[in-house]
Structures are given as structure tokens and as C-alpha cells.
């Protein structure tokens, strides 16, 4: 695949990944692509379907897993979720910078491939304060916040695995993490723009 050398984010549900994602995207327009993912889960309110994700049954969604169309997949909190090639390739194609969201079941799946990309894991400071987190954005039902926190202990384990994160940032503080964020993707960032300027001469 072409383009950029894609972005890899992970960590616990509720650590923070789409809140530091979303701002890095906002203040670098035409920097960044989000590959949109598949899942069978709900939508949550605000959020919207070929943008947050492809909001798909389970049926549709296995049929064109078998039919060899997703990157990876995985089953996380009883629902499907997976990275389409299609995904990938949409935001390869701008020559943007490919940020995939995954749990670490996509992390260890992307590694078998040659996608290449850089791996950052997002943590949270501790697990009470990731179930804070969990609870006051209100999304999950008691059952899936206890799924979610049994998950969000074995992410926190995995993130320690040598090699197995390019870098690993502690979200406590929201601009102190962002600040981590914007460091570790300065010269890929600055790559994009240059190339960006060339073009355009
Ligand atoms: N540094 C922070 N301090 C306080 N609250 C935060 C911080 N970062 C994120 N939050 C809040 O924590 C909640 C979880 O964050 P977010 O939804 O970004 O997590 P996530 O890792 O993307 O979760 P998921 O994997 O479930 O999508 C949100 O309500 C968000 O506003
Ligand atoms: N393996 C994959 N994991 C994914 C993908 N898209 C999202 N995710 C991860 O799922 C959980 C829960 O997400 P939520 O939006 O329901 O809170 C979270 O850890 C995401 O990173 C994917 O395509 N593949």
C-alpha cells in the first residue's frame, strides 16, 4: 500500500484515543485521514455513520470478512469491529497520513501484514480513573463497562510488552498528552507538508 507511513493508535476503551485523535485532526487539516472502520455495534448519539464508522450487521459484516475485504478484524465487547482495505486505501490515496483505531487484537493482526505503521499506545493514569472516564461519557450499559474494564486490564498488561509500541503516552493531563502526541508525530507531520508544498509548486 502507498502514501504515508500510517498511524496506529491503541489503549483501553475510554483512555482517551478519539478525544486526542480528534484534536490532532482538527488542528492539522489535510494532514491526517482516519481509516473508518467497520463495526456491528450501535451508534452512539452525535456520532455518524461512514465518518465515526460503517455501522454494519453481523451478517454483512462477516460475509465480506470472508470475502477476504478487511485487513483485520477482531470481536470486542460482543460486537464485530474490523479495518476495510477500502478504508485504508481511501486515505492512502490522498497521500494523507492513516490513523487506525484498533484494540490490541488489530494491533497484533496488523503486525502480520505489511502495513508498516507506527505504533502509539494511549493509557490511561489508573484504572479507577479510567473507570471515571467510562462512566461519566455515559455510553455503555453496567454489563458492557464491566466488559469494558476486564478488556482495558489486559490492554494496559499488553502495552508493557517489549516492541510491541513505538511510544507509549499516559493520557492524565489532556494538553501534557497532546503535547506528547504532537512531539512524537513532528517529523511525520512535517513530511506530509513538505511533499504537500512540492506538489503544489
Ligand atoms: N485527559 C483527560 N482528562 C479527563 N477526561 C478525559 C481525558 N481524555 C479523555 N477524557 C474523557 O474520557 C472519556 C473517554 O475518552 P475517549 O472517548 O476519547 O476514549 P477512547 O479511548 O476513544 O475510548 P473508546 O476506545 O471506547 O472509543 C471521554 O468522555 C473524554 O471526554
Ligand atoms: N481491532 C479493531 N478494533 C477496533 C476497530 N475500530 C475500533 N476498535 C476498537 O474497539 C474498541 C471499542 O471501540 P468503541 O468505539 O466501541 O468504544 C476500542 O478499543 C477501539 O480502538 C477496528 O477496526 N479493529
Sequence with gaps: MAGPRPVVFSGPSG?????????????????FGFSVSHTTRKPRPGEENGRDYHYVTREAMQAAIDNGEFIENAEFSGNLYGTSKAAVQAVQAKNLICILDIDMQGVKNIKKTDLNPLYISIQPPSMEILEKRLRDRNTESEENLQKRLHAASVEMEFSKEPGMFDVVIV???????????????????QRVRVAEDQRCK
Excluded: W
Design 171 to 189: 493520557n492524565d493531563k489532556l494538553e501534557d498528552a497532546y503535547g506528547r502526541l504532537k512531539d512524537t508525530l513532528l517529523e511525520v507531520i
Design 15 to 31: 483512555a482517551g484515543k478519539s478525544t486526542l485523535l480528534k484534536k490532532l485532526m482538527k488542528e492539522h487539516e489535510n494532514v
